[in-house]
């Protein structure tokens, strides 16, 4: 039997599942999550539900939350801890205070235990630079790393059949 995984699926992962136009994305998206929902841990935020909220598109806000509000996951909640974890990646990294949002999605997923962090941001989170920075982090507080890559690398890494 497959172990279950924990999968934090970030912001950009749920604007790509409503994403009129950008069909690949959105396909790649709605097959990852229909190949997970049931076998493994979907984990999201409370900054992800936020975040959402910000969309200015109203048909796509929407139904980006109905997607959310119909997909069983579980929710971690913000907390000091989590900005603490947030902040000294932002130290870590020399980066400016635009990536705290990014880093507290990266520090959300550290403190659920996620295997891995799904995103479409390739600017910011998918970077090898970030990766750098999250493996040293965690190395020092003694957390295990969780991976952070788009719906096709997580599928390839963990052998999920979804592509």
Known sequence: MVEKLRLYLETSFWRRLVDEADHRRRRSSWKFLRAVERRHAILVSDLVFAEAKLERDPQRRDRARTRLNRTRKHVLRLRSSVTDLAEQLLDEGH???????DLTHLALAILGRADAVVT??????????????????CSRRGYNQPKVGTPQEVSQWFGISAM
């Open 95 to 101: 980066w400016s205070d635009r990536r705290l949002a």
């Open 120 to 137: 479409w941001n390739l600017r910011d989170l998918a970077r090898p630079r970030m990766r750098e920075v999250l493996r040293a982090v």
